[in-house]
């Protein structure tokens, strides 16, 4: 990427992550302060801004995909008689170039139907399907919308995204020709939108028709969807069965046309409509399932969901960042969330990588005494899963909050980030103004718009601040603070949704995760969770409280059990 950069006279020192400044190769020499970086680059994606003269632009990198080989064989009876079985008829078969093959299923040879995935013109993928409702996709090749040629031929201004290829194919039949499918269908939890980044120009600046199945792992899809492309952009498709093809089968095409003509627009901020289906869901699927990480402690009372904000706080030293860059880590490794960090607490993006490293492989990274060392091997095979869910973000001295959610904004968009860290918030507070009371509530409306930021765009927030209240209770030891102790304003208290404090006990050697607020009881419980810290590797162990004094019943040092959550165990 950077000789590519340079052939546009943009100069990176070699090494440099994320987004850097540098002079403007246009306007930079003509200027009274040339030395000045008025030029933003983003190293990774090799996308540029100037602040001074607005020269930008991208280096445009094109991925190389696997090409698939094209078959032409007619259909045979048999399939085209199961497809009018499903009520699709050899004439929309025909337009979408259905045709069928004999592939490698995973036990033997099977007899497919090849679903042709065309984009302008050219096949760039096929997804096989066999009798046993097996499925497959051509190793390596591009990931594209089924039928997005068909749809673009009929209209340009709207689209409808199903689930499925027959769904496709059934909304074709009832006469709606702009349908398409996602090429790997829907999951529960972590929705695999791979393809969405290039299929982004075919789907900006059109109405969104979502229209996947009514299953839960469907709703998902629609929901990831919607986050992704727009709410306002989106409308929903209700059929009365689970998706198109049994809505046209059990009811016709008429119901099906009368479906996406009834669509309703997606819900968005401000104006809460609440649909049968939601509740009916709710009432079958019972709270939100969150996103557990895997420490059996904090798994017993609390998961983690998008939609919510949560303070971080912890006297300074006691050990706020690593741990919230454990807990980030574990959520990526089991859930696959990504994210944007904005942090004023690490050197630069590459030590920061080097503590995510340390703790997702549990070796040091550094040579140090009794330790086991990474090797250059596990570093290179790991860096592109830490390059993928972890983007650090640089931001000027005179950066915002705003500016922070409108990069956040297009992280949700491009590559689906699900978390977003400021840390700390000691560094946006100093673009508040004033004093007293006019600080206090811009430090709420501060508050506020993060909260429905974090519920807009379908992400968690995790603002860590430093307490500047601390309560001494003898030497070198202070109260747990919480989130009344933070900053100039009880809306460090007030406004989140989770409050955690990290705390050193001195006297055990423990660190304590104090859960002091938690606002939606299917998240979790209030409670104390212990841990260990291996400071050769950055990781936090969970463990069993022992006394610090506080219970005269137990020797100190003597295990003791403070509340029903804490379990023993190992990461």
């Given at each position: 990427?950077?000789?590519?950069?340079?052939?546009?006279?943009?100069?990176?020192?070699?090494?440099?992550?994320?987004?850097?400044?540098?002079?403007?190769?246009?306007?930079?020499?003509?200027?009274?302060?040339?030395?000045?970086?008025?030029?933003?680059?983003?190293?990774?994606?090799?996308?540029?801004?100037?602040?001074?003269?607005?020269?930008?632009?991208?280096?445009?990198?094109?991925?190389?995909?696997?090409?698939?080989?094209?078959?032409?064989?007619?259909?045979?009876?048999?399939?085209?008689?199961?497809?009018?079985?499903?009520?699709?008829?050899?004439?929309?078969?025909?337009?979408?170039?259905?045709?069928?093959?004999?592939?490698?299923?995973?036990?033997?040879?099977?007899?497919?139907?090849?679903?042709?995935?065309?984009?302008?013109?050219?096949?760039?993928?096929?997804?096989?399907?066999?009798?046993?409702?097996?499925?497959?996709?051509?190793?390596?090749?591009?990931?594209?919308?089924?039928?997005?040629?068909?749809?673009?031929?009929?209209?340009?201004?709207?689209?409808?995204?199903?689930?499925?290829?027959?769904?496709?194919?059934?909304?074709?039949?009832?006469?709606?020709?702009?349908?398409?499918?996602?090429?790997?269908?829907?999951?529960?939890?972590?929705?695999?939108?791979?393809?969405?980044?290039?299929?982004?120009?075919?789907?900006?600046?059109?109405?969104?028709?979502?229209?996947?199945?009514?299953?839960?792992?469907?709703?998902?899809?629609?929901?990831?969807?919607?986050?992704?492309?727009?709410?306002?952009?989106?409308?929903?498709?209700?059929?009365?069965?689970?998706?198109?093809?049994?809505?046209?089968?059990?009811?016709?095409?008429?119901?099906?046309?009368?479906?996406?003509?009834?669509?309703?627009?997606?819900?968005?901020?401000?104006?809460?409509?609440?649909?049968?289906?939601?509740?009916?869901?709710?009432?079958?699927?019972?709270?939100?399932?969150?996103?557990?990480?895997?420490?059996?402690?904090?798994?017993?009372?609390?998961?983690?969901?998008?939609?919510?904000?949560?303070?971080?706080?912890?006297?300074?030293?006691?050990?706020?960042?690593?741990?919230?860059?454990?807990?980030?880590?574990?959520?990526?490794?089991?859930?696959?969330?990504?994210?944007?960090?904005?942090?004023?607490?690490?050197?630069?993006?590459?030590?920061?990588?080097?503590?995510?490293?340390?703790?997702?492989?549990?070796?040091?990274?550094f040579n140090a005494p009794n330790t086991v060392r990474i090797s250059k091997e596990e570093v290179a095979s790991g860096t592109p899963f830490l390059n993928e869910h972890f983007?650090?973000?640089?931001?000027?001295?005179?950066?915002?909050?705003?500016?922070?959610?409108?990069?956040?904004?297009?992280?949700?968009?491009?590559?689906?980030?699900?978390?977003?860290?400021?840390?700390?918030?000691?560094?946006?507070?100093?673009?508040?103004?004033?004093?007293?009371?006019?600080?206090?509530?811009?430090?709420?409306?501060?508050?506020?718009?993060?909260?429905?930021?974090?519920?807009?765009?379908?992400?968690?927030?995790?603002?860590?601040?430093?307490?500047?209240?601390?309560?001494?209770?003898?030497?070198?030891?202070?109260?747990?603070?919480?989130?009344?102790?933070?900053?100039?304003?009880?809306?460090?208290?007030?406004?989140?949704?989770?409050?955690?404090?990290?705390?050193?006990?001195?006297?055990?050697?423990?660190?304590?995760?104090?859960?002091?607020?938690?606002?939606?009881?299917?998240?979790?419980?209030?409670?104390?969770?212990?841990?260990?810290?291996?400071?050769s590797n950055s990781r936090y162990i969970p463990t069993q409280p022992i006394n610090d004094g506080k219970d005269k019943t137990k020797f100190i040092h003597q295990p003791v059990?403070?509340?029903?959550?804490?379990?023993?165990?190992?990461?």
């Amino acid at each position: 990427m950077f000789e590519k950069l340079q052939r546009y006279g943009i100069n990176i020192r070699p090494g440099s992550r994320g987004d850097v400044k540098t002079k403007c190769p246009k306007c930079s020499d003509s200027r009274k302060h040339k030395q000045d970086p008025c030029l933003s680059v983003n190293v990774e994606e090799g996308v540029w801004n100037c602040h001074n003269c607005g020269w930008s632009g991208t280096v445009k990198v094109k991925k190389e995909y696997t090409k698939p080989v094209e078959e032409h064989k007619v259909l045979s009876q048999p399939v085209i008689d199961w497809f009018a079985g499903r009520g699709i008829t050899n004439q929309t078969l025909l337009r979408y170039k259905v045709t069928e093959s004999v592939q490698y299923m995973g036990d033997g040879e099977s007899r497919c139907i090849n679903f042709n995935y065309y984009l302008n013109g050219e096949l760039v993928n096929i997804k096989y399907r066999d009798s046993q409702k097996r499925f497959k996709l051509v190793s390596g090749a591009m990931l594209s919308l089924y039928g997005i040629d068909v749809s673009s031929d009929n209209s340009d201004t709207e689209l409808i995204i199903t689930e499925g290829e027959i769904d496709t194919l059934s909304f074709y039949e009832a006469g709606i020709k702009t349908a398409v499918s996602v090429p790997n269908g829907a999951s529960k939890g972590n929705q695999k939108l791979e393809w969405l980044e290039e299929m982004l120009p075919f789907l900006e600046g059109r109405k969104i028709y979502l229209a996947t199945d009514t299953d839960e792992a469907g709703i998902g899809l629609r929901n990831e969807l919607a986050r992704r492309l727009g709410k306002s952009n989106c409308w929903i498709v209700n059929m009365p069965e689970k998706d198109a093809n049994d809505t046209l089968l059990k009811h016709g095409k008429e119901r099906l046309v009368e479906c996406y003509n009834n669509a309703e627009p997606f819900p968005v901020d401000g104006i809460d409509v609440v649909s049968e289906s939601d509740i009916i869901g709710l009432w079958e699927q019972g709270y939100p399932e969150g996103f557990d990480t895997g420490w059996d402690n904090m798994d017993e009372h609390f998961v983690w969901h998008p939609g919510m904000v949560t303070l971080i706080t912890g006297i300074p030293g006691h050990g706020k960042t690593t741990w919230l860059k454990n807990l980030l880590v574990r959520l990526a490794d089991r859930h696959g969330w990504s994210y944007l960090l904005y942090s004023a607490e690490e050197a630069n993006a590459t030590f920061a990588m080097t503590d995510l490293i340390s703790i997702r492989t549990g070796k040091s990274f550094f040579n140090a005494p009794n330790t086991v060392r990474i090797s250059k091997e596990e570093v290179a095979s790991g860096t592109p899963f830490l390059n993928e869910h972890f983007k650090y973000y640089k931001l000027s001295e005179d950066g915002t909050i705003e500016a922070i959610m409108k990069k956040a904004e297009e992280m949700v968009r491009r590559y689906g980030i699900r978390g977003l860290v400021i840390d700390n918030m000691s560094t946006v507070e100093r673009q508040i103004a004033g004093s007293g009371d006019n600080r206090h509530n811009q430090i709420g409306n501060m508050m506020r718009d993060l909260r429905a930021f974090a519920r807009e765009q379908g992400i968690h927030i995790w603002l860590v601040a430093h307490p500047k209240k601390l309560t001494k209770v003898k030497q070198a030891v202070y109260e747990v603070p919480t989130g009344y102790d933070v900053g100039d304003s009880s809306h460090y208290y007030n406004a989140p949704d989770v409050g955690i404090t990290v705390y050193r006990n001195r006297e055990t050697k423990q660190t304590e995760i104090h859960f002091w607020k938690i606002r939606f009881r299917f998240s979790g419980q209030e409670a104390i969770d212990y841990f260990t810290y291996d400071i050769s590797n950055s990781r936090y162990i969970p463990t069993q409280p022992i006394n610090d004094g506080k219970d005269k019943t137990k020797f100190i040092h003597q295990p003791v059990d403070y509340n029903k959550f804490i379990q023993a165990g190992t990461v």
